[in-house]
């Protein structure tokens, strides 16, 4: 059978031949891909490669791609949002997996590594800001998942959520790569992320709108699904870990807790915090010279 071209309005090329809005060619991607939400953290981050050797900024879309112990290395900003993560995994995937030139999907298919590298708000007292957090599971609060295929894991902890709050729409609930998870060493604990799609009611804040649900933090925080409780709040986890089940990719998202909720404090070191996570995550998944 003749393979599905895709068509023009469907997969946007720029003039140069580069993908629509991350702006990049496949040369331009290394396989292992570190991504942060803000535009600024990406220097950060490359900071520490030996050499740089392509750069690119379009919309929040920022990329440099360079070396580091002789590993071919990037890391890309992606902006804030599950909506973002759809835009940024789709035509990942499609550098990797769609020849543009015929525009049809390649036989062989290509297995990136996305490591999120991100800030987080705990949700459990016991979980101070400082710490360093990789998501195991995530449960998503956004309707993303509404529009593919449905997910193989278990939706358990998704649905204890819809019942807590009494929602009228259903979480989705997606998991890291057991390969990148099983490569953390112990300054990480490894949680159960709560991904919303807002940073204030979404997450239970009230500056002048009163949150729909009342009590959320403290609701959510004692929900105890098969041993496991919610940890975290951030806002991109399960549109990285649905579109990498869905996919075909190795996603491992890691936070630097930067708010205790319950106790209602803010890290005054957040920087140092995200430094640290940003060195931590170089060192256990860039090889060693
Ligand atoms: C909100 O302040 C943003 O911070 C977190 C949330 O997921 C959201 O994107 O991640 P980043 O620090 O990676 O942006
Ligand atoms: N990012 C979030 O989404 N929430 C927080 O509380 C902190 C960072």
């Known amino acids: 059978m003749a393979?599905?071209?895709?068509?023009?309005?469907?997969?946007?090329?720029?003039?140069?031949?580069?993908?629509?809005?991350?702006?990049?060619?496949?040369?331009?991607?290394?396989?292992?891909?570190?991504?942060?939400?803000?535009?600024?953290?990406?220097?950060?981050?490359?900071?520490?490669?030996?050499?740089?050797?392509?750069?690119?900024?379009?919309?929040?879309?920022?990329?440099?791609?360079?070396?580091?112990?002789?590993?071919?290395?990037?890391?890309?900003?992606?902006?804030?949002g599950t909506d973002n993560i759809e835009i940024f995994m789709t035509e990942l995937d499609a550098l990797v997996n769609v020849d543009l030139v015929t525009r049809q999907e390649k036989e062989e298919k290509t297995r990136l590594q996305i490591i999120r590298l991100g800030t987080s708000g705990s949700m459990q007292e016991s979980i101070p800001v400082g710490s360093l957090l990789a998501s195991e599971i995530a449960i998503g609060m956004d309707s993303l998942m509404a529009y593919y295929p449905e997910l193989s894991g278990s939706q358990e902890i998704g649905r204890t959520v819809k019942e807590e709050l009494g929602l009228e729409f259903s979480p989705y609930q997606a998991n890291a790569s057991r390969l990148l998870i099983s490569k953390l060493a112990g300054e990480f604990v490894k949680g159960v992320t709560l991904t919303c799609p807002g940073f204030y009611a979404p997450q239970g804040r009230e500056i002048r709108l009163k949150p729909r649900f009342d009590q959320m933090i403290e609701r959510l925080a004692s929900l105890r699904v098969s041993g496991r409780e919610l940890t975290n709040f951030e806002m991109e986890t399960a549109g990285y870990y649905a579109m990498g089940e869905l996919l075909g990719h190795d996603m491992l998202s890691l936070n630097a807790i930067v708010a205790n909720r319950p106790l209602g404090t803010f890290d005054e070191k957040a920087e140092k915090t995200v430094d640290h996570l940003i060195r931590a995550a170089l060192e256990v998944f860039v090889a060693k010279n």
């Open 3 to 80: 393979k599905r071209q895709i068509l023009d309005s469907e997969l946007i090329l720029n003039a140069d031949g580069s993908i629509y809005h991350l702006h990049l060619k496949p040369e331009h991607l290394a396989s292992l891909v570190f991504t942060v939400g803000d535009p600024d953290r990406v220097p950060l981050v490359s900071q520490y490669f030996d050499q740089i050797d392509f750069q690119i900024r379009k919309r929040e879309f920022v990329t440099h791609t360079g070396r580091k112990n002789g590993q071919r290395v990037t890391v890309m900003s992606t902006g804030m």
